[in-house]
């Protein structure tokens, strides 16, 4: 049985990483992702100049998911550009950067930089954080991440994906699509958190984070169903070169499982990383192989978007 699965050349051994956000900032945290079986290490989303983020506290978890409005706490791009090597030659398995500029030009600078350093597999353009009060997400805007696509394009030499919010309605999907498939990513990740969602405290009376009132990205079993939905509508509408990264409530091999059937080439695990720490990747890796026994396919390919449609 294989589990290897390829994007633009890029090879990963098993179709299961960390997302980005949980515990991937510092370069010890970074460590802890190259030790574990996640196969790759995809770094913190990344701006010019570093930041200590919104005030804690910032995150929060219940039984079914979590809430955050980090804002983008993170070392600067240049560190990452340091680590990078590190890990490559550490651990010897893709490292991805996550760039979220603050503006064009930002995600421009950022992008020609990683572009510059050789042990870098690839690059996740990140057009959908929720947590920047005043700065709408840039995914909800067709024409500015056209034009956010165009510049950085011209300027990346590495293999290019996008991180997206959650789409909910079909004709923005088919937008999106029409925008994505004009520039021909590498690969898109579906989804980023469900933006601005709010937990309460009812015995508390109060909001469970400080920033922004309370609101913040939703993550976990909350996000799964609207994940897949993603996943699958991409996987529709997009040119079959582009790949899809599924990203949302992943949690077991058989959530992996799901999210290949409804066409993701990988998987991304965020709060679930955090909540069980680095077992989670071999866990979901063992599951997904024991799934497929039990299915008697013998590589991801047999089975990807093959999803049966009740008629
Ligand atoms: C943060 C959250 C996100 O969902 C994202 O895509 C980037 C940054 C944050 O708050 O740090």
Avoid: W
Avoid at 3 to 19: C, D, G, R, T, Y
Avoid at 199 to 210: F, L, R, S
Wanted: glycine share 8%; aromatic share 8%; hydrophobic share 35%.
């Amino acid at each position: 049985m294989t589990l290897s699965v390829e994007i633009n050349k890029v090879k990963f051994p098993h179709p299961v990483f960390n997302a980005a956000g949980p515990k991937d900032v510092t370069l010890d945290e970074l460590m802890v992702i190259g030790r574990s079986q996640s196969s790759a290490i995809l770094m913190k989303s990344c701006t010019l100049e570093p930041r200590d983020g919104n005030p804690e506290p910032r995150y929060y978890e219940d039984e079914f998911g979590s809430i955050n409005s980090m804002g983008l706490p993170n070392k600067g791009y240049q560190e990452y550009g340091k680590y990078t090597p590190i890990l490559k030659a550490t651990f010897k398995k893709p490292v991805i950067a996550s760039v979220s500029g603050m503006k064009i030009e930002d995600n421009v600078k950022i992008i020609k930089f990683f572009s510059t350093i050789q042990e870098l597999d690839m690059i996740e353009l990140n057009l959908s954080c929720p947590n920047l009060p005043g700065k709408p997400q840039i995914g909800y805007d067709a024409d500015a991440s056209d034009k956010l696509i165009r510049s950085v394009k011209d300027v990346c030499s590495k293999p290019l994906g996008l991180k997206l919010p959650p789409y909910f309605d079909f004709v923005h999907f088919e937008q999106m699509a029409k925008v994505i498939n004009k520039h021909t990513p590498d690969f898109v990740t579906c989804i980023n958190s469900l933006g601005n969602g709010l937990i309460i405290d009812a015995m508390k009376e109060e909001t469970v984070i400080k920033p922004k009132g309370g609101f913040g990205g939703i993550g976990g079993d909350y996000c799964k169903p609207t994940a897949l939905a993603n996943v699958r509508k991409f996987y529709e509408l997009l040119n079959k070169d582009i790949a899809i990264i599924g990203c949302g409530g992943i949690k077991s091999g058989i959530d992996v499982f799901e999210f290949i059937l409804a066409g993701a080439s990988a998987v991304q695990i965020g709060t679930h990383y955090l909540k069980e720490g680095p077992s989670v990747f071999e866990r979901c890796v063992k599951e997904l192989e024991h799934m497929m026994k039990k299915k008697k396919y013998s590589s991801l390919d047999e089975f990807r978007g093959t999803l049966k449609v009740i008629e």
